[in-house]
């Protein structure tokens, strides 16, 4: 099923955006608390980028007249907390973010492109630093874009 323009709006995809920051967030202090040293560093940085991006969301859709959505109380978390599963775990929450951002970058908003340009890239690299396999098109679930429906 294919979006309808309401669920493409910017206020739409900005919070779409923001709860997935808003799990990000949630998710590394998760991995993070089950970490140590270099792997602790990383997540801690890791979620100070989160929490400045779901700041910046905050902001941007109150300078839209909207509420910004809240934060659930509790996230899935994994089942395992070994070193693979929380590595697994990030790339995910990377993943899902990359996706949301995708989302922000069909905005006609050149300042909400250019956060989701950013805001993309980003989530790559930390993905791709969690062990996460390189996609030709980041942000596009299962790393591809969607087929032409007409064929071109």
């Known amino acids: 099923m294919s979006p ?7 206020t ?3 919070q779409e955006a923001l709860r997935a920051e808003h799990a990000a967030v949630y998710g590394y202090g998760y991995v993070g608390a089950r970490s140590s ?11 100070d980028d ?8 905050r902001t941007e859709l109150v300078a839209r007249d909207t509420t910004p959505d809240s934060g659930r109380a509790a996230y899935a978390l994994p089942e395992d907390d070994g070193d693979a599963a929380l590595d697994a775990y990030a790339a995910g ?19 909400l492109r250019d956060l989701a340009a950013r805001a993309l890239q980003s ?7 969690w062990g996460a396999e390189p996609e030709p ?7 591809a874009p969607p087929e032409d429906p007409a064929g071109g």
């Not at 040293?37 to 979620?47: E, H, I, N």
């Not at 989160?50 to 700041?55: A, E, G, I, L, P």
């Not at 989530?123 to 630093?129: C, D, F, Q």
């Not at 098109?137 to 790393?143: K, L």
Request: aromatic share 8%; glycine share 8%.
């Open 4 to 10: 309808t323009p309401e669920d493409l709006s910017d």
């Open 12 to 14: 739409a995809v900005l």
């Open 37 to 47: 040293g270099g792997r602790r560093d990383r997540c801690y940085a890791y979620l």
């Open 50 to 57: 989160h929490r400045t991006q779901r700041d910046t969301l």
């Open 93 to 111: 929450l990377e993943r899902v973010t990359a996706q949301a951002y995708l989302q922000v970058a069909a905005s006609t908003d050149p300042v």
């Open 123 to 129: 989530a790559t690299v930390r993905g791709l630093v």
């Open 137 to 143: 098109f980041p942000g596009f679930a299962e790393g």
